[in-house]
């Protein structure tokens, strides 16, 4: 077939599977001379690979980074964490890639790059995102460039770069990079030749010293409780670069745990065998598929995304998300492991963790949507430090931990839960609810006219908040309830007397307008969703 561009090329192969025209697209990927608009979004940068994630755009945006690296800005300076320029060459880069198509060749351009300028280079090789950020940690590392994207579809790339705090870049340090790197875009990067000029490390091991500096993960009574109980771990890795991982935490080497863990989809599969590569309650069915079979007392199941930052968890009775599996955590880590602070989440995720915190007396802080805006809470010398920070798109990270979103802490956390407790996760997130209420969550949203789309429709949406204040009504399927808060730091929350909620605000990428609601009883769900639909509607037609 004769293709005019990666993108025709890329429809083919996802509709056919054919892994033979992957050929096809590493052509157009490596030729494309094609601009296009550098945008990091809540997680870096991503564009098609062969379309807008090429190698000369690559190249571009790593020739900003250097750029910015140079830079004499003090606040960009104390925002990467570095003094200087030379500061940044002695101390080094960390460079890694998940395991995609390309994921390599894409990371060794960016080495070429760096080590042409005579930046030290830490090359991890295939790794996780976690990895990632804990290696720059316990290297001391200037900063990293991870070549990921993270959930995204297999026609995907990205690039995340994280500060030399091992967390996500914010605005202030990923606003200078986009600006430079459109400025860039139309001047000719050359190429650099791919040589050595790196020292290769190994991100595991950092990640484990890290775990045990940290101390918030015991991972000694992890490994005991799957040597000696009576348990079944499964982890379906979805062909990601999770893989391997569970053998060396877990320490599976060191004996017979044939039947205990049962390891799903490691093998290379560029496509990911044609599903979206998400941890989404139907990825989860060969999971769900090997707990039920099983015979063991314990049983905890687990799906991580492709960079090991996303995770979402199951036993044989129950699959649990990530609205739940926080406020579990939170549970947790303050009652059985005694760790102080507040509970952090952001504003559309469930409020079952603010019923716990509420009963156990601790705050509770919302922020927008995004991994990048728990940071304040996660660094060391933070007034309010979070005893778990969780997002309801499946990022969950502890107290003392990484402040990137961390699958790999997740699915730890989740067998110490089960090993401390005695408690399935099932069992254990039933006693929770039995004790502080019952929340059902879930999220939908609508397509508005591309012509309203940004802040035109982000104007039109602030209306809501305008006519629901606090102590107002609002009518759910005849049901006039009171609105006990309102939370505007992320499109508008509207808190019922009752609990329930629902939150409405626009995509920030997408002519898109995103639902969020929960209800305290299953049947009640859809009134609240229909509720949202009419508000939003008449917002949009005001």
Not at 244 to 264: A, F, Q, T
Not at 266 to 273: H, I
Not at 297 to 317: C, L, Q, S, W, Y
Request: charged fraction near 30%; charge should be negative.
């Amino acid at each position: 077939m004769d293709f005019r561009t990666a993108e025709e090329c890329w429809k083919v192969v996802m509709k056919t599977l054919d892994r033979d025209l992957l050929s096809e697209i590493e052509t157009f990927a490596r030729e494309s001379r094609r601009p296009t608009r550098v945008v990091f979004g809540t997680s870096g940068w991503r564009g098609e690979i062969g379309t807008d994630f090429t190698f000369h755009n690559l190249r571009v945006v790593t020739r900003a980074i250097i750029n910015i690296l140079r830079g004499r800005d003090r606040s960009l300076r104390e925002a990467l964490g570095v003094n200087d320029y030379e500061d940044v060459r002695k101390r080094g880069v960390v460079v890694a890639h998940d395991n995609r198509f390309l994921g390599p060749d894409f990371a060794g351009t960016v080495i070429s790059m760096l080590s042409s300028e005579g930046i030290k280079v830490y090359y991890g090789g295939e790794a996780t995102t976690p990895e990632v950020a804990s290696s720059v940690e316990m290297l001391g590392a200037a900063c990293a460039i991870n070549i990921t994207p993270s959930h995204n579809p297999p026609n995907y790339q990205g690039l995340k770069f994280n500060p030399s705090d091992g967390g996500p870049a914010g605005p202030a340090i990923t606003g200078p990079i986009q600006d430079e790197a459109n400025r860039l875009m139309d001047e000719p990067i050359p190429s650099v030749p791919v040589e050595g000029g790196y020292e290769r490390i190994d991100t595991v091991r950092h990640y484990i010293d890290y775990l045990r500096a940290r101390d918030t993960i015991d991972l000694d009574r992890i490994r005991e409780f799957i040597r000696k109980e009576d348990c079944l771990v499964v982890i379906d890795h979805v062909h990601g670069a999770s893989r391997g991982r569970p053998e060396r935490l877990l320490d599976l080497g060191s004996g017979d745990y044939s039947g205990k863990v049962v390891l799903l989809r490691k093998e290379d599969d560029y496509l990911f065998g044609g599903v979206a590569p998400e941890p989404s309650a139907g990825n989860m069915a060969n999971v769900d598929r090997v707990l039920k079979e099983g015979r063991a007392r314990f049983r905890v199941g687990a799906i991580m995304d492709p960079d090991g930052d996303r995770v979402r968890f199951a036993d044989h009775t129950t699959q649990i998300p990530m609205n739940y599996f926080g406020a579990m955590a939170l549970h947790f880590l303050y009652t059985y492991k005694g760790i102080k602070g507040v509970a952090v989440k952001s504003v559309g995720t469930s409020n079952l963790v603010n019923g716990i915190a509420k009963k156990l007396g601790l705050p509770v802080r919302e922020t927008m949507v995004g991994f990048k805006n728990f940071r304040p809470y996660l660094l060391s010398g933070a007034p309010e430090r979070a005893i778990v920070a969780f997002e309801e798109s499946d990022g969950i990270t502890g107290y003392n931990h990484t402040l990137e979103k961390d699958a790999l802490f997740g699915l730890l956390l989740a067998i110490e839960m089960v090993a401390t407790t005695g408690k399935n996760l099932g069992e254990y997130l039933k006693d929770l609810m039995g004790e502080f209420g019952h929340y059902y969550p879930d999220r939908s949203g609508i397509e508005v006219d591309r012509s309203i789309a940004g802040e035109v429709l982000k104007k039109r949406l602030s209306v809501i908040a305008e006519r629901y204040q606090v102590g107002g009504t609002i009518d759910i399927d005849g049901r006039q309830l009171k609105v006990a808060d309102l939370i505007t730091v992320d499109g508008t929350k509207i808190v019922l007397e009752d609990g329930s909620w629902l939150m409405i605000r626009p995509s920030g990428t997408e002519p898109k307008v995103r639902f969020y609601i929960e209800a305290r009883r299953p049947e009640e769900k859809a009134a609240i969703f229909d509720t949202a639909m009419r508000l939003t509607k008449e917002a949009v037609e005001s």
